[in-house]
Nanobody, 121 residues
Framework: QAQVVESGGGTVPVGASLTISCVASVRTGTFGGWNFGWFRQAPGKEHEWVAAILYDGKGALYADSVQGRFNVSRDNIKNTMYLQMNGLLVEDTAVYYC????????????WGPGTLVTVSS
């Protein structure tokens, strides 16, 4: 089980950029051994997979809806994963969560608190 805390959400206008973060509280040296993913949940909807990044940061996959606009990265020294979101759309409005994944889309752990991203028109 990896305990995570997401942060960096906020309210931005359509077309803006925003970077959110995920910090994992894990034993030293273990973060870099896991694949991680980003998910989001819009009001009244199920969790939706957004992106995933390999344990070493050398590969990533994206949902079609965010391909070309979002970029996932990680810093294994800081136990932190990032999601840079560009060209935000109203439909990107959701609570964003990170989680360890069974590559690439299956979450492994219970959900953290998430961070709310609201895109206003």
């Amino acid at each position: 089980q990896a305990q995570v805390v997401e942060s960096g959400g906020g309210t931005v206008p359509v077309g803006a950029s925003l970077t959110i973060s995920c910090v994992a509280s894990v034993r030293t040296g273990t973060f870099g051994g896991w694949n991680f993913g980003w998910f989001r949940q819009a009001p009244g909807k199920e969790h939706e997979w957004v992106a995933a990044i390999l344990y070493d940061g050398k590969g990533a996959l994206y949902a079609d809806s965010v391909q070309g606009r979002f970029n996932v990265s990680r810093d294994n020294i800081k136990n932190t994963m990032y999601l840079q979101m560009n060209g935000l759309l109203v439909e990107d409005t959701a609570v964003y969560y990170c989680n360890r994944v069974y590559w690439p889309r299956t979450p492994r752990d219970t959900w953290g608190p998430g961070t709310l991203v609201t895109v206003s028109s």
